[in-house]
């Protein structure tokens, strides 16, 4: 294991910068993943694909991003200068997906039919007004995930929580003068006797 540490000492630093754009060559392509899997250091490209790293001689830095080929770069082993500059073009990783049918059934009879056919586990309960019941409107309201305005309610609650916590404390009632004056009131007029 040591031998490994005294052969990385001995390889030579590089700066290893780039570009990286897509396969056309017009716009650059940022958050590229640019890492050397052995050594457990990288970077990702910026806003303009434009990325720096410092690599050793002899390194292999593999460039992956979502959607696009995966591609490699072996540093070479002997390097007379300490920078390496690249242009990289990145490829569309092409993926073919199997078939999906929207509408299996050929016509809209068989449709009707199987949706007739089907069996329901729950059966909706109508009134004789033909309104669902309050005991399937219930489930139904159980079931049902929190709508915009709810989420944005419990968001907005929090951010409050969040501010008070962090600008001012909240009331205790233990410590305000006035609650023990209004407690103390309220013995000497007797409003905790028990009355018969």
Do not use: C, H
Request: no cysteine; charged share 25%.
């Amino acid at each position: 294991m040591e031998d490994g540490f005294a052969q990385d000492r001995e390889k030579k630093v590089i700066q290893l910068s780039g570009i990286i754009l897509n396969s056309d060559s017009t716009d650059a392509v940022p958050g590229v993943n640019v890492y050397v899997p052995k050594k457990g250091r990288g970077t990702s490209s910026g806003r303009y694909g434009y990325f720096s790293m410092p690599v050793l001689e002899g390194d292999s830095v593999i460039f992956s991003f979502i959607g696009l080929r995966k591609q490699s770069f072996k540093v070479p082993e002997r390097v007379e200068d300490d920078k390496i500059s690249l242009i990289l073009t990145m490829q569309v990783d092409e993926i073919a997906l199997s078939e999906i049918e929207v509408m299996p059934y050929p016509t809209e009879e068989d449709f009707k039919r199987q949706v007739l056919a089907m069996n329901y586990e729950a059966p909706m309960t109508i009134d004789r007004t033909g309104n669902l019941s309050p005991e399937t409107l219930l489930r139904y309201a159980e079931a049902m995930p929190a709508s915009g305005n709810e989420n944005m309610r419990y968001f907005q609650q929090g951010q409050i929580m969040q501010i008070q916590d962090r600008y001012g404390p909240r009331p205790f009632t233990l410590m305000d003068p006035f609650a023990w004056s209004k407690f103390i009131q309220s013995i000497k007029r007797g409003d905790l006797k028990k009355k018969d």
